[in-house]
């Protein structure tokens, strides 16, 4: 999930320490990233927060090291997690098996993209922050807050 520090256009003025442009799905963004573990009932269980210009395996590289402690089980990505070990939807030209599952991953994959949809309606996204230590802040309470409001 893209984290803003400021607006578009403002950003070659913005002088934010660590900020990167990056590339989200609605367009650039000049800020930090949001990476993280969702179990599949909805808790988030681990984050990391780096430069928007970092790719995301890259990122999950670093995320993933305490993955053996967890039991190690499938984790599930979408199309930019696409590398070994992965479990992602399919491209229209993948030539191998991605280990997608139509009957069950479609399920898990909207429950993780339902946990970052209720993290933007907490306003993780607002561009009001001024350092990093607020941003973190920010997204410590937002995940905190959902995690208490899991059942």
């Known amino acids: ?8 256009k403002r950003g ?13 799905t609605q367009g650039d963004v000049y800020g930090y990233k949001l990476h993280a573990w969702v179990t599949a009932s909805g808790a988030i269980v681990q984050y990391l927060i ?3 210009n970092l790719h995301d ?4 590289y670093e995320l993933n090291r305490r993955w053996p402690d967890f039991g190690g089980p499938r984790i599930i990505g979408d199309k930019g997690y696409c590398c070994l070990g992965y479990v992602f939807p399919p491209k229209s ?14 399920r898990l994959r909207k429950r993780i993209e ?12 607002s561009v009001q922050t001024k350092t990093l ?5 920010r997204v410590v309470l937002a995940i905190l807050a959902h995690n208490l409001a899991q059942p």
């Open 12 to 24: 070659k003025r913005c002088s934010f320490p660590g900020a990167r442009w990056g590339y989200g």
């Open 57 to 60: 395996t890259t990122v999950s």
């Open 133 to 137: 230590r607020s941003l973190r802040l």
């Open 93 to 106: 030209n993948t030539r191998y098996d991605t280990g997608w599952r139509p009957g069950r991953h479609p």
């Open 1 to 8: 999930m893209p984290l803003p520090v400021c607006r578009p």
């Open 114 to 125: 339902t946990v970052f949809s209720g993290l933007v309606e907490a306003q993780i996204r």
């Open 50 to 52: 780096r430069p928007a």
